[in-house]
């Protein structure tokens, strides 16, 4: 596995850690906020939906610049939105804040593949991604765990600063392990 690999499964695993802390919790979250499990699932859908309709654009100028910043660019936003979390109010702001993490989710998505796929042999590549698949897959499990011990004893701000906290950390780790 060369250095480049194993930096961005490092960064991302790192990001799954801090963002699984609190997948369990979230439609709790939204009632707390005056929602419901609607408001939770339109916040799901506005997610995805801004990620599926911008990854196309960003791709196309993911080919003309180095994929690192887009990837850094996308934990330093997310870092952000996990900390505005702490500050939500009301479902509208809660939407708001899905939308933005969805534009953070499509700068960084293509970057992330891009570089992996770049970076490992084309003889392996399914043996590569289950690879990916699985050490991501073992942190965001961890920190759903983490996380909702956690928010059961500490509350949500607890879980959404820490959050922030190993997005940021994988956006630094980012430039400082991706060199290229």
């Not at 799954?16 to 419901?36: E, N, T, V």
């Not at 499990?37 to 610049?65: M, N, Q, R, Y």
């Not at 993490?101 to 770049?118: F, M, T």
């Not at 011990?149 to 430039?175: D, M, P, R």
Request: glycine share 10%; with cysteine; charged share 15%.
């Amino acid at each position: 596995m060369n250095k480049i690999v194993k930096a961005l499964l490092y960064v991302e695993s790192i990001y799954a850690l801090g963002a699984g802390l609190f997948l369990p919790i979230f439609a709790i979250f939204s009632q707390k906020i005056g929602g419901d499990i609607f408001d939770a699932g339109v916040a799901a859908a506005l997610f995805l939906i801004a990620t599926s309709t911008l990854e196309w654009p960003i791709g196309i100028w993911l080919d003309k610049f180095k994929e690192k910043w887009f990837l850094a660019g996308d934990y330093f936003l997310e870092a952000f939105v996990f900390l505005g979390y702490i500050f939500v109010g009301n479902k509208w702001e809660l939407f708001a804040l899905q939308i933005v993490l969805g534009v953070a989710s499509a700068i960084g998505n293509p970057a992330w593949e891009s570089l992996y796929d770049k970076n490992t042999p084309n003889i392996t590549s399914g043996r590569s991604w289950a690879r990916a698949h699985m050490y991501i897959g073992y942190c965001a499990g961890f920190g759903i765990l983490i996380g909702s011990f956690l928010a059961q004893l500490y509350g949500f701000n607890v879980v959404f600063l820490l959050g922030s906290v190993f997005s940021f950390i994988a956006g630094i780790s980012t430039i400082i392990f991706l060199k290229k």
